[in-house]
């Protein structure tokens, strides 16, 4: 029987976000959990609907594959926020700090001193063999030191309540525009709440990003020219360059508008040719220069990276930061925390296992319907095992793929992810989510206190990727009380 | 301003202003049927293709001009460039390329605009789609007024505006052109009848222009309304004014730099054969013959507009 209101709602058992137990809210989503009570069904729907139509609106839409006639959707949105306590996200803003802080360094040292690989705390055949360790970056210095100027780190929480990070993504991570969308959609379908609540704000994100990107101009450029670049109107990402663009007030560059001259970058203005200092670039490594990286690149500038190492044009993020990302340097992050920073970890990592490793894989071949297997430069959900929920063929595909190319496998326990109360046709229903706040390292680091929660809409899926039908929800981080106080 | 960007802010006003006019000439043509109590057998539809300048296309893809036909092309048809649909399609995907510098609002009635003209695409006869081109030309006058009341009179708004006006002074033009084509039973066009009064109010009816037309001229006569629509210094739909506003656009653009250039020579050329125009002059020339001539000029101006601008 589907469940019409929240009182019947079943946390069957998994850590719910907003339910501490069947019929008990968590404190801080209470007031939440009431006002949502008052809700008519119809009520609920209408609201669901309303928030669907402004989405709609915005044209933040994409296309449906193979429809001729122009159908298009919005990524699934649902109306019920996840709340996050201010002493869960105290904890996570200091992890994320020590984390970046401690990758930022790791990047620095791998393309210039390599430290940490001749004190053997990262295998060297592991950063080498890395389709993400760029050799054209050997030697590279960015402005102030800093690689890695906006990162979207994936959290999960697991049923012990513990956030777990999954990945750090430090290349170009999207999605900050959904979560700015969504928070503008709920401050206009449920205000009441944002009077009761102390939700933080997160509509000056702009702001930040604009200061981190001035941060790094070169020097002496005391006005520099700023700019978005994007591989242009069809990339699926496309919306949120423009949004990101528009929230600074800054121009949204294609690689065509741009031009290398002396290893000065211009861009082609009305007025003829102007320099550009900094360029927030959203077009991955291998296609920014094609003299350097992919030759059959038309979405990059030829010339960009011999501008970029002169320090005449400041890229974000830097060139190289992948290899921080491959999931096999992932499992070395505790140790390259405690390496730099002389700390431990303050947020998890998930347990991995590198099949690069005899014994690990042996072990990881021999469990296959337990353990959840990903390929360690892909992202989006694709190149991924879900043991406990594959078939025998799927375990057997993953089994020789793995015995192939070990060094593009690592594994992980399947983790009980978190819930949270979702809308799904008349009633409320658990589905999993996951958690990605946005940060930014200019002259500090800065979180945004709010995130990116994907669900995943489908029952019992535990895939959030929207590649893969999940949709979105609105984070709301409360106030600290212990702090406010 | 990125010159990309300029070429995308111009032609996404010059779309939608498009849209906005074959949605009104739409409607001056059912409003000159039911004047002259045509029914739907005799009623003349191909005088619209034939003003539009797309009747080559149209013959060799359509069998006759009929309500049906005649409503797909020019307002549905995925195939013919300047149907609303297309023109609205086209005015989207330039506001998409310069999202970060036009409004919020602006991109979101473009959007809600292409979405409405989606659900109505298969709808085929006047009666049926009156809300549909109401809908479009309310949407024309709610951009405009987002243009104007919430963009800094910056470069984007001046390439906006440029482009609008170049776009309203060629569809002002050939309304003008839709009664030249219309086989009247007399088939003498200029001859002042009772009928005639009737068909030239809906001409100014669909710009909008009636009222301003009585208070400057009290009664109807081609010789009056051709004078108004061509050459008022005062109605904002006049070409003469569309012109002196794009011009003056054009100045401010120029003015950065050094020099002036081909954009701006072609266009006081143009201008300077309007200012030394009058309506009576013109219609004993032939009126048809000079919008033809207008029209090629205006097209020089456009591509001289690109040579300086938008070309790399």
Redesign the interface.
């Known amino acids: 029987m589907t469940l019409l209101t929240l009182e019947t709602y079943k946390t069957d058992g998994f850590y719910d976000e907003l339910f501490a137990e069947n019929g008990v809210a968590h404190p801080s989503a209470r007031p939440l959990i009431e006002q949502i009570d008052t809700l008519t069904r119809a009520g609920l729907g209408r609201r669901q609907k309303q928030a669907e139509d402004i989405l709609y609106q915005s044209g933040n839409t994409f296309n449906v594959y193979g429809d001729k006639k122009g159908t298009e959707k919005i990524l699934p949105f649902d109306i019920i926020p996840r709340i996050v306590s201010g002493a869960d996200w105290a904890k996570l803003e200091r992890g994320i700090a020590q984390r970046i802080t401690a990758l930022n360094l790791f990047i620095q040292d791998i393309y210039n001193d390599q430290k940490i690989i001749k004190d053997k705390v990262v295998p060297a055949e592991l950063i080498f063999s890395s389709a993400c360790y760029l050799k054209p970056c050997e030697g590279l210095k960015p402005p102030k030191g800093v690689w890695t100027h906006i990162s979207g780190t994936d959290f999960v929480r697991d049923g012990d309540g513990e956030f777990y990070v999954l990945e750090d993504n430090l290349r170009c991570p999207s999605g900050i525009s959904y979560v700015l969308e969504n928070r503008a959609v709920l401050k206009r379908i449920l205000p009441a709440l944002f009077h009761t609540m102390k939700i933080r704000p997160v509509s000056d994100y702009g702001d930040h990003l604009y200061k981190t990107l001035k941060h790094i101009a070169p020097e002496g450029r005391d006005d520099p020219n700023i700019i978005v670049l994007t591989p242009g109107i069809y990339n699926s990402a496309y919306f949120e360059h423009a949004y990101l663009a528009q929230q600074m007030g800054v121009p949204l560059a294609q690689g065509s508008d741009l031009v290398v001259d002396d290893d000065v970058v211009y861009m082609r203005t009305t007025a003829g040719l102007q320099r550009v200092d900094v360029i927030y670039r959203r077009i991955d490594d291998e296609f920014i220069d094609p003299t350097v990286f992919r030759k059959e690149s038309l979405l990059g500038v030829p010339g960009i990276m011999n501008a970029y190492r002169k320090g005449n044009v400041a890229l974000a993020n830097a060139p190289g930061t992948g290899i921080a990302d491959d999931k096999a340097i992932y499992a070395y992050v505790p140790k390259i925390i405690k390496y730099y920073l002389g700390e431990e970890a303050i947020s998890h990592n998930v347990p991995t296992y590198i099949c690069e490793d005899d014994k690990e894989r042996e072990y990881v071949l021999a469990n296959l319907d337990k353990l959840v297997v990903k390929a360690v430069n892909l992202s989006g959900g694709y190149g991924m095992l879900i043991g406990p929920k594959s078939t025998k063929a799927e375990q057997k595909e993953f089994a020789a793929l793995i015995k192939a190319k070990p060094r593009d496998y690592i594994a992980q326990p399947t983790l009980s992810l978190s819930r949270a109360p979702t809308l799904i046709g008349n009633g409320i229903e658990g589905r999993h989510v996951d958690f990605r706040p946005y940060s930014l390292y200019g002259e500090e680091i800065f979180t945004l206190p709010g995130g990116l929660t994907r669900v995943a809409i489908k029952k019992g899926s535990l895939v959030v990727n929207s590649s893969q039908g999940g949709g979105s929800k609105d984070t709301w981080v409360l106030e600290d009380e212990a702090e406010a106080n | ?6 070429n995308s802010i111009y032609w996404m006003a010059r779309y939608l202003e498009r849209a906005d006019c074959v949605a009104r000439f739409i409607d001056v043509n059912t409003h000159l049927m039911l004047d002259l109590a045509l029914d739907q057998n005799s009623a003349q539809w191909y005088p619209l293709i034939a003003t539009s300048g797309d009747d080559e296309d149209f013959t060799r893809r359509y069998k006759q001009a009929d309500e049906s036909t005649v409503v797909k092309f020019m307002t549905f048809d995925r195939n013919n460039p300047n149907s609303i649909l297309q023109c609205i ?1 086209r005015a989207r ?1 330039n506001a ?2 310069v ?3 036009i409004p ?1 609002e602006m ?2 009635k473009i ?2 605009l292409y ?1 409405l003209t ?1 659900s109505q695409s298969r709808k085929r006869s006047v009666a049926d789609l009156q809300d549909y081109y109401r809908e479009v030309r309310q949407s024309g006058h709610l951009f405009t007024g987002l243009m104007h009341n919430t963009m800094s009179r910056d ?1 984007g708004w001046q390439f906006a505006h440029l482009g609008q006006m170049l776009e309203r002074a060629d569809k002002t033009a050939r309304l003008l052109d839709v009664k030249y084509f219309l086989l009247l039973p007399h088939n003498d066009v200029w001859k002042d009848s009772a009928y005639d009064a009737v068909q030239w109010g809906a001409v100014l009816k669909s710009v909008n222009a009636l009222e301003m037309y009585r208070q400057q001229f009290h009664t109807i006569n081609y010789k009056d309304v051709t004078q108004f629509l061509l050459f008022s210094k005062a109605f904002p739909r006049s070409v003469l004014f569309c012109l002196e506003d794009a011009s003056a656009a054009l100045d401010t ?1 120029t003015h ?2 050094a020099e002036a250039n081909k954009a701006t020579r072609e266009m006081a050329i143009l201008c300077k054969t309007i200012h030394s125009s009058d309506a009576s002059h013109i219609i004993s020339a032939g009126l048809h013959e000079f919008i033809d001539i207008f029209q090629y000029n205006l097209n020089l101006v456009d591509e001289a507009i690109y040579e300086s ?2 070309k ?1």
């Open positions: 301003m990125l010159s990309r960007v300029a399609f995907e998409r390329t999202r970060e510098v919020v991109w979101e959007n809600e979405h989606q470069m653009l950065d730099k601008y938008f790399d």
